[in-house]
T-cell receptor, first 112, second 112 residues
Framework: KAGVTQTPRYLIKTRGQQVTLSCSPI?????VSWYQQTPGQGLQFLFE???????NKGNFPGRFSGRQFSNSRSEMNVSTLELGDSALYLC???????????FGSGTQLSVL | GQQLNQSPQSMFIQEGEDVSMNCTSS?????WLWYKQDPGEGPVLLIA?????ELTSNGRLTAQFGITRKDSFLNISASIPSDVGIYFC????????????FGTGTSLTVIP
């Protein structure tokens, strides 16, 4: 069974640009959540989608948005990039509420 | 968002030594997960715990779900160089939006 797949693996953008990250969950998993990881802040929760509906949202500005498609694949979009958005963005999937959470390899975003 | 208290923050040990780390929370959790993360990679799930008092092993790793449901422990026996990495815990509370909260991480260095 394939794991959580995130694309692209690396991204370099400049301030003001926007970016879209993609995540394919483990087959059968309907929940997809997104996290931002930086050395100083650790893992910060962005949002979670379940069956195409946003179920939870973290404390991030509206520049961060996401969506989930009917096949459970998810995308995350960041508009008007800032230097501070440089981070490893991780996607995770789980089958149900009280189930194990599995992470992808992440997308390393660098904003110049 | 809420972060769990994880200690120690870092450890430097000799190969062959045992390692212990723990996570504590002010909230009661229904699930505890333990992960290992290598630099620039996604976290890899090591052990999942679902019941207070539960003790689960995965090779040289053993984790326990604290009886108070507010803490969890991870032990690594007979450490080897490939154990190097960052270990962190995650806790799930069904009472707070079914969202996982994460520890701040323990950086482990194994000296051959």
């Amino acid at each position: 069974k394939a794991g959580v797949t995130q694309t692209p693996r690396y991204l370099i953008k400049t301030r003001g640009q926007q970016v879209t990250l993609s995540c394919s969950p483990i087959s059968g998993h309907r929940s997809v959540s997104w996290y931002q990881q930086t050395p100083g802040q650790g893992l910060q929760f962005l949002f979670e989608y379940f069956s195409e509906t946003q179920r939870n949202k973290g404390n991030f500005p509206g520049r961060f948005s996401g969506r989930q498609f009917s096949n459970s694949r998810s995308e995350m979009n960041v508009s008007t990039l800032e230097l501070g958005d440089s981070a490893l963005y991780l996607c995770a999937s789980r089958m149900g509420t009280n189930e194990k959470l599995f992470f992808g390899s992440g997308t390393q975003l660098s904003v110049l | 968002g809420q972060q769990l208290n994880q200690s120690p923050q870092s450890m430097f040990i000799q190969e062959g030594e045992d390692v212990s780390m723990n996570c504590t929370s002010s909230s009661i959790f229904n699930t505890w997960l333990w992960y290992k993360q290598d630099p620039g990679e996604g976290p890899v799930l090591l052990i999942a715990l679902y019941k207070a008092g539960e003790l689960t092993s995965n090779g040289r790793l053993t984790a326990q779900f604290g009886i108070t449901r507010k803490d969890s422990f991870l032990n690594i026996s007979a450490s080897i160089p490939s154990d190097v990495g960052i270990y962190f815990c995650a806790g799930l509370s069904l009472n707070t939006g079914n969202q996982f909260y994460f520890g701040t991480g323990t950086s482990l260095t194994v000296i051959p």
